[in-house]
């Protein structure tokens, strides 16, 4: 038997051991921290394993790069060749050093035969105890060599995690999931969309039959990557599964020339043993302390005016001097023109890649308009979308050779537009000029950046696959462009929630998370995104009283409501709204901007009840003497009375004032009396109470809702 060299990393609730002899090694342990006194040679001997009958000589288990040329009878970690060699395709990577850092270890190895060599990063952090891996490849001989694909450090999660959920959904729909069991042999999700994509979010959660919101162990993944990717889960007959993801790579975009390297996006891993929401609490706790860079730190989220559903492309000025003076009346911080107001743009189909003000309706630029807002006490923003160009462009006619695509071939066309290479500097420089120009003129608060159409084809000018390039130089402009302008915040969209993830939200400052703004698919799509995003990067708007993407008509009580856990916003026609209306968004402003503390700095936790359309979220204070609690019913109750709604995460020896804030459209309704005192004064109950006994709720229509406040009584 070869002797084992073994490594552990502690975080704040957990602990990593891996193990090694001459080959890759393995994460043999993660899961909560060991004792300090632990021997790890002993812990390492108690991973041996079995040798059972009908197999090869050799029972390793899984590495954090599995490799075929090792017997290992499961999908590779890397697959490649070197096409000078019939022999390129195999090797193995061998002799690991290791390289100990402050938050974690890299593994180096050497794969003689083949020319290459290998690093697995392997980082966790103490702070937030959420992990990092990432791969690097690096040709090391004097020969192309072609990666068809590399995974990141593979994860080799315990079998008691015999449950997933996966993440899915469509326009409009976005961050759906399905629970279902790890079942034996391979699952593989894939996204070709050359974005993060509204269908195939690069995350998932692995969890026991028995794990909750708040009970039960779990482990969560995310890619944090913009583009093309596999994920790919597979259990063996041995019943180890291992999970690996990577960028999806297109025919030659894994060409490593001699001397280069090919480092992988990273995995963010995080584990809890106390049920789903602590899990999302350590990954929101990472986003805000190591990912999210606002350019004002403390500044809170300013209320959103945003103009698309309110004009869509009717820019009159007169239109937009009053929804300025309605977004400055209910107490709008931030007004945002959208998509409209440049050159040509009289619809869908023209003007995309001109970012000039359209002289016909802005003789005079921007300038006007950014002044009325400033001048109303509101931040100024702009929609962009600066990877697309129309045909029927100045920018197209010029330049036809600078929009993606494959000779032969037509280009192929969605929503009236093709994608700009903006991997070539030329056209990286005339996007960035423009932008720069527009930024710098009306010193723009605020960019919204859409992206409304997957890549088809996506060819640069040798018609060479150039998707993980798009994404790559998307990196780049963003950078560039606040590094220009470090105040500046960027939005990003694409058609809604089809680019959310880590790897943009490095360089941005909040997603726009579905173009649907019916509260009640909100509801379900909030909740989704929850499980890796916190709440203050969740664009979410109160819309018109019927939506256009669903057809749907609600009330505007249970609209405000799923606007008010999230980066509030208003996407609606303010000008057109009843009194009545008006002052129930104007309320809602004023409760956000008191409570938006809570929501943006404390512990977000989802809350389900055995009605599974009674779904709500709450949020306790860092420091535990305040919470909000918002609960939607979004569909028919099930029965006529709710269930009781503990409260947790209170101080358990503190008193709490329970109130009623709000109550939608058609709650008093719904009941014919209730003298519970959460409708009156409120109520006075300790911490402890509230989480084992909770509070009644009143009898509740369907898409109906309740604000509710808890504060410290002393």
Same mark, same amino acid.
């Given at each position: 038997m070869?002797e084992?060299d073994?490594?552990?990393?502690?975080?704040?609730?957990?602990?990593l051991?891996?193990?090694?002899t001459?080959?890759p090694?393995?994460?043999l342990?993660?899961?909560?921290?060991l004792?300090?006194?632990?021997?790890l040679?002993t812990l390492?001997?108690?991973f041996?394993?079995?040798l059972?009958?009908?197999?090869?000589d050799?029972?390793?288990?899984?590495?954090?790069?599995?490799?075929?040329?090792?017997?290992?009878?499961?999908?590779?970690?890397?697959?490649?060749?070197?096409?000078?060699?019939?022999?390129?395709?195999?090797?193995r990577?061998?002799?690991?050093?290791?390289?100990?850092?402050d938050?974690?270890v890299?593994?180096?190895?050497?794969?003689?035969?083949?020319?290459?060599?290998?690093e697995l990063?392997?980082?966790?952090d103490?702070?937030?105890?959420?992990?990092?891996?990432?791969?690097?490849l690096?040709?090391r001989?004097?020969?192309?060599?072609?990666?068809d694909?590399?995974t990141?450090?593979?994860?080799?999660?315990?079998?008691?995690?015999s449950?997933?959920i996966?993440?899915?959904?469509r326009w409009c729909?976005?961050?759906?999931?399905t629970?279902s069991?790890?079942l034996?042999?391979?699952?593989v999700?894939?996204?070709?969309?050359s974005?993060?994509?509204h269908?195939a979010?690069?995350?998932?959660?692995?969890?026991?039959?028995?794990t909750?919101e708040e009970t039960?162990?779990?482990?969560g993944?995310?890619f944090?990557?913009?583009?093309n990717?596999r994920?790919?889960q597979?259990?063996?007959?041995?019943?180890d599964?291992q999970?690996?993801?990577?960028?999806?790579?297109l025919?030659?975009?894994g060409l490593?020339?001699p001397?280069?390297?090919?480092?992988t996006?990273?995995?963010?891993v995080?584990?809890s043993?106390?049920?789903?929401?602590a899990?999302?609490?350590?990954f929101?706790?990472?986003?805000?302390?190591?990912?999210?860079?606002?350019?004002a730190a403390?500044?809170?989220?300013?209320?959103?005016?945003?103009?698309?559903?309110?004009?869509?492309?009717?820019?009159r000025?007169?239109?937009?001097?009053?929804?300025?003076d309605?977004?400055?009346?209910?107490?709008?911080?931030?007004f945002?023109?959208?998509?409209?107001?440049?050159?040509?743009?009289?619809?869908?189909?023209?003007?995309?890649?001109d970012?000039?003000?359209d002289?016909?309706?802005?003789?005079?630029?921007?300038?006007?308009i950014?002044?009325?807002v400033?001048?109303r006490?509101?931040?100024?923003?702009?929609?962009?979308?600066?990877?697309?160009v129309?045909p029927?462009?100045?920018l197209?006619?010029?330049?036809?050779?600078w929009?993606?695509?494959?000779?032969?071939?037509?280009k192929?066309?969605?929503?009236?537009?093709?994608?700009?290479?903006?991997a070539?500097?030329?056209?990286?420089d005339y996007?960035?000029?423009?932008?720069?120009?527009?930024?710098?003129?009306?010193?723009?608060?605020?960019?919204k950046?859409?992206?409304n159409?997957?890549?088809?084809?996506?060819g640069?000018?040798?018609?060479e696959?150039?998707?993980?390039?798009?994404?790559?130089a998307?990196?780049?402009?963003?950078?560039?462009?606040?590094?220009a302008f470090?105040?500046?915040?960027?939005e990003?969209?694409?058609?809604?929630?089809?680019?959310?993830?880590?790897?943009i939200l490095?360089?941005?400052?909040r997603?726009?998370?579905s173009d649907?703004?019916?509260?009640?698919e909100?509801?379900?799509?909030?909740?989704?995104?929850?499980?890796f995003?916190?709440p203050?990067v969740m664009?979410a708007?109160?819309?018109?009283a019927?939506s256009?993407?669903?057809?749907r008509?609600l009330?505007?009580?249970?609209?405000?409501?799923?606007?008010?856990?999230?980066?509030?916003?208003?996407? #609606?026609?303010?000008?057109?709204m009843s009194? !009545?209306?008006?002052?129930i968004?104007?309320? $809602?402003v +004023?409760?956000?901007? &008191? *409570?938006?503390?809570?929501?943006h700095?404390g512990?977000?936790?989802?809350?389900k009840t055995?009605?599974?359309?009674l779904i709500g979220m709450?949020?306790v204070?860092?420091?535990?003497?305040r919470?909000r609690m918002?609960?939607?019913?979004?569909?028919?109750?099930?029965?006529?009375?709710p269930?009781?709604?503990p409260?947790?995460g209170?101080e358990?020896?503190?008193?709490?004032?329970?109130?009623l804030?709000?109550?939608?459209?058609?709650v008093?309704?719904?009941n014919?009396?209730?003298?519970?005192?959460?409708?009156s004064d409120g109520c006075?109950?300790?911490?402890?109470?509230l #989480?084992?006994?909770?509070?009644?709720l009143? !009898?509740?229509?369907?898409?109906?809702?309740? $604000?509710? +406040?808890?504060?410290? &009584? *002393?």
């Amino acid at each position: 038997m070869e002797e084992l060299d073994a490594f552990r990393l502690d975080g704040a609730e957990t602990t990593l051991v891996f193990a090694w002899t001459d080959g890759p090694p393995a994460l043999l342990y993660q899961g909560a921290m060991l004792p300090t006194s632990i021997d790890l040679g002993t812990l390492v001997s108690c991973f041996q394993r079995p040798l059972p009958h009908a197999t090869l000589d050799v029972n390793e288990p899984v590495s954090l790069h599995p490799e075929a040329e090792r017997g290992f009878p499961g999908h590779p970690a890397l697959i490649g060749h070197r096409p000078t060699s019939a022999r390129g395709w195999a090797g193995r990577f061998r002799h690991p050093q290791l390289e100990r850092r402050d938050d974690g270890v890299i593994f180096r190895l050497i794969d003689e035969a083949r020319g290459l060599w290998l690093e697995l990063d392997c980082r966790l952090d103490q702070d937030t105890d959420v992990a990092t891996f990432r791969s690097r490849l690096g040709n090391r001989a004097d020969t192309p060599f072609v990666i068809d694909w590399l995974t990141v450090p593979v994860l080799a999660p315990a079998q008691l995690y015999s449950e997933q959920i996966s993440f899915h959904g469509r326009w409009c729909a976005e961050f759906g999931m399905t629970r279902s069991p790890v079942l034996p042999g391979a699952m593989v999700r894939e996204n070709r969309r050359s974005r993060t994509s509204h269908d195939a979010f690069p995350g998932i959660i692995l969890l026991t039959p028995e794990t909750g919101e708040e009970t039960g162990a779990c482990l969560g993944c995310h890619f944090g990557w913009s583009g093309n990717h596999r994920l790919l889960q597979e259990r063996l007959p041995t019943g180890d599964v291992q999970l690996q993801m990577g960028c999806l790579l297109l025919s030659q975009e894994g060409l490593l020339e001699p001397g280069e390297v090919m480092e992988t996006p990273p995995l963010y891993v995080a584990r809890s043993d106390c049920g789903l929401n602590a899990l999302s609490q350590k990954f929101h706790d990472h986003v805000r302390r190591r990912l999210l860079q606002f350019p004002a730190a403390n500044r809170p989220r300013p209320v959103t005016v945003n103009t698309w559903e309110a004009i869509y492309f009717d820019h009159r000025h007169e239109k937009l001097t009053a929804l300025a003076d309605a977004a400055a009346d209910i107490g709008a911080e931030r007004f945002v023109l959208d998509d409209g107001w440049f050159r040509g743009r009289r619809d869908d189909a023209t003007g995309l890649g001109d970012w000039y003000p359209d002289e016909a309706i802005y003789p005079d630029g921007l300038g006007p308009i950014v002044d009325y807002v400033r001048a109303r006490g509101m931040q100024f923003g702009l929609w962009v979308e600066p990877e697309m160009v129309s045909p029927n462009s100045d920018l197209f006619r010029r330049h036809p050779d600078w929009a993606l695509g494959v000779e032969p071939y037509p280009k192929i066309i969605g929503r009236n537009q093709l994608v700009l290479d903006i991997a070539r500097p030329e056209v990286a420089d005339y996007l960035f000029e423009r932008l720069a120009e527009l930024v710098g003129n009306h010193a723009i608060d605020y960019l919204k950046w859409d992206m409304n159409r997957d890549l088809a084809l996506p060819g640069n000018e040798e018609g060479e696959a150039a998707a993980a390039s798009q994404v790559i130089a998307l990196y780049r402009l963003i950078d560039r462009l606040l590094e220009a302008f470090p105040s500046l915040e960027i939005e990003s969209c694409a058609s809604g929630g089809g680019r959310i993830d880590y790897g943009i939200l490095e360089r941005t400052h909040r997603f726009w998370v579905s173009d649907s703004n019916d509260a009640v698919e909100r509801f379900r799509i909030q909740d989704g995104f929850s499980h890796f995003f916190p709440p203050e990067v969740m664009g979410a708007h109160v819309g018109p009283a019927w939506s256009h993407t669903s057809g749907r008509g609600l009330h505007t009580g249970l609209r405000v409501l799923a606007a008010g856990y999230g980066h509030m916003g208003i996407e #609606a026609d303010l000008t057109r709204m009843s009194d !009545a209306d008006r002052e129930i968004v104007r309320d $809602a402003v +004023a409760r956000y901007k &008191a *409570d938006r503390a809570i929501w943006h700095e404390g512990r977000l936790r989802r809350i389900k009840t055995v009605d599974p359309g009674l779904i709500g979220m709450l949020a306790v204070s860092p420091e535990r003497t305040r919470a909000r609690m918002i609960m939607a019913q979004i569909d028919r109750p099930r029965s006529s009375l709710p269930p009781r709604m503990p409260i947790l995460g209170l101080e358990p020896e503190r008193a709490y004032r329970v109130s009623l804030q709000f109550a939608s459209e058609q709650v008093e309704k719904a009941n014919r009396r209730f003298d519970n005192p959460l409708w009156s004064d409120g109520c006075v109950m300790m911490g402890d109470v509230l #989480a084992m006994i909770g509070i009644g709720l009143p !009898a509740l229509y369907a898409q109906t809702g309740l $604000a509710i +406040a808890i504060d410290a &009584a *002393d």
